[in-house]
């Protein structure tokens, strides 16, 4: 029947943000889901491995894309981003504590 393949259709288009709304929690997770996911998914920033750096310029960029990121939120944002997916020699390591800093 062509509404209950709709209704199929339709459930699994809303279903897929839900799998993206997952972020590690830590500091900035709140700022992240709110000024990081509204233009695309976490899947975005989440399947990438950056420096510090580059996170910075990336959150630049995005800034001017549009997002909607305070300056004294820039350096949270970046934090979190660069702790969950860095390329530091500890992401190597899953779940084992930060001791350096
Ligand atoms: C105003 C809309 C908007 C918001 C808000 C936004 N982005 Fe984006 N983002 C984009 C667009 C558009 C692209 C694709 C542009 C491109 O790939 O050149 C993108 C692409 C990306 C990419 C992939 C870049 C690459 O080189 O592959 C990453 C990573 C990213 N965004 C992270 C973030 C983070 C982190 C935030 C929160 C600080 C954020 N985005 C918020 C619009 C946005």
Known sequence: MRATLLTILVSFVFAIPGFSQ?????????LVMKACTS???????TSKR???EEWQDV???MIEFGAEVKDNEVEIIVNYLT?????SAIQAVP???VKHR
């Open 22 to 30: 997952d972020l590690p929690d830590g500091p900035g997770k709140d």
């Open 39 to 45: 233009c695309h998914s976490a899947e975005n920033f």
């Open 50 to 52: 950056n420096t510090k």
């Open 59 to 61: 959150v630049r960029a």
């Open 83 to 87: 702790k969950n997916w860095g390329k």
């Open 95 to 97: 779940g084992a504590p």
